[in-house]
């Protein structure tokens, strides 16, 4: 019989498991009590881990349906493969600091929530180390839950009961206006969500923001930028962030709703490949409770 065991990985949220090997999570073994702590901590860290992109997907649709942004790019029988967070190019030689491929790395150096730029954002990121540096590239992650629980009054006011509104390319241009333009960044129309999200198994609320965001309801988007700026720096406040250092075969799980996330810099010769997939939300998952009415 498999026991879990768990230590915080701060104060505040996140616990790492131990006693545990994800290859032989179920749906009916292990991964109600995995899904138990992922509602209760917002995230879970699993070190020393063998997953094969199968197994990752396998873990991936026990949260939900496996998210696919190249859905509409893939050519008849042409199969999912696990997305890549990744320098490294087809023939092993790492990008330039300055190619769009590693621009589009350094966007996801600013502090975000996965896919509120989609019609249906993500539950979960189910990230694993595939190939470390020897130095930076670490993987931060703040707690909108915590920090909306401790945020003053005054500042909810400023947001609660209010939507936000989400656009991939918005992130993008804060980087390159060259990234900004690519197809890629401009395939969905813009997103409306409610600014907190109320977990619906427990009844906690969160502040669901990203870099995506870039208009509040009620204010221009000059005092939308303002605001946002100063919700995710309160947010991002060391208290509130765990920042995880790579090692091959750890894997990362965290709660969207709740977590935002960034990675950090590294030495951009290195080579540095995490596999990331994400879960799409479902109505369990109370998507219905962030969607504005039109």
């Known amino acids: 019989m498999t026991t879990i065991q768990t230590?915080?990985?701060?104060?505040?949220?996140?616990v790492e498991i131990s006693?545990?090997?994800?290859?032989?999570?179920?749906?009916?073994?292990?991964?109600?009590?995995?899904r138990a702590l992922f509602e209760e901590h917002s995230a879970l860290l699993f070190r020393g881990q063998d997953v094969s992109d199968e197994q990752h997907m396998a873990l991936a649709k026990l949260f939900?349906?496996?998210?696919d942004r190249q859905a509409d790019e893939r050519?008849?029988?042409?199969?999912?493969?696990?997305?890549?967070?990744?320098?490294?190019?087809e023939d092993g030689s790492t990008t330039g600091e300055m190619d769009l491929k590693t621009l589009n790395l350094k966007s996801n150096f600013l502090w975000h929530s996965d896919s509120t730029f989609l019609p249906t954002p993500a539950l979960t990121n189910i990230l694993i180390g595939r190939v470390v540096t020897t130095e930076g590239g670490a993987t931060e992650l703040a707690s909108?839950?915590?920090?909306?629980?401790?945020?003053?009054?005054?500042?909810?006011?400023?947001?609660?009961n209010r939507g936000i509104w989400h656009r991939y390319s918005h992130s993008r241009r804060k980087i390159s206006p060259e990234l900004a333009k690519l197809p890629m960044f401009n395939k969905w129309?813009?997103?409306?969500?409610?600014?907190?999200?109320?977990?619906?198994?427990?009844?906690?609320?969160?502040?669901?923001?990203?870099?995506?965001?870039?208009?509040?309801?009620?204010?221009?988007?000059?005092?939308?930028?303002?605001?946002?700026?100063?919700?995710?720096?309160?947010?991002?406040?060391?208290?509130?962030?765990?920042?995880?250092?790579?090692?091959?075969?750890?894997?990362?799980?965290?709660?969207?709703?709740?977590?935002?996330?960034?990675?950090?810099?590294?030495?951009?010769e290195q080579p540095r490949t995490l596999s990331s997939i994400c879960?799409?939300?479902?109505?369990?998952?109370?998507?219905?409770?962030i969607r504005v009415p039109a």
């Open 7 to 14: 230590k915080p990985l701060t104060p505040q949220f996140g």
């Open 19 to 34: 006693g545990i090997d994800l290859a032989d999570v179920r749906a009916d073994s292990l991964f109600p009590e995995l």
């Open 64 to 67: 939900g349906p496996i998210e």
């Open 75 to 89: 050519k008849p029988g042409e199969k999912f493969e696990v997305p890549k967070v990744s320098n490294v190019q």
């Open 144 to 160: 909108t839950r915590a920090a909306w629980a401790a945020m003053p009054e005054e500042l909810k006011e400023r947001v609660r």
């Open 189 to 268: 129309p813009d997103q409306h969500w409610n600014a907190v999200w109320q977990n619906p198994t427990n009844g906690q609320e969160a502040l669901y923001v990203a870099s995506h965001a870039f208009k509040v309801d009620g204010y221009d988007e000059t005092e939308s930028q303002a605001l946002l700026d100063e919700l995710i720096a309160f947010c991002t406040q060391p208290e509130f962030v765990y920042s995880h250092r790579w090692n091959v075969g750890d894997v990362l799980i965290w709660d969207q709703r709740a977590v935002m996330h960034r990675g950090t810099p590294w030495p951009y």
């Open 279 to 289: 879960s799409t939300a479902t109505k369990a998952d109370g998507i219905d409770l």
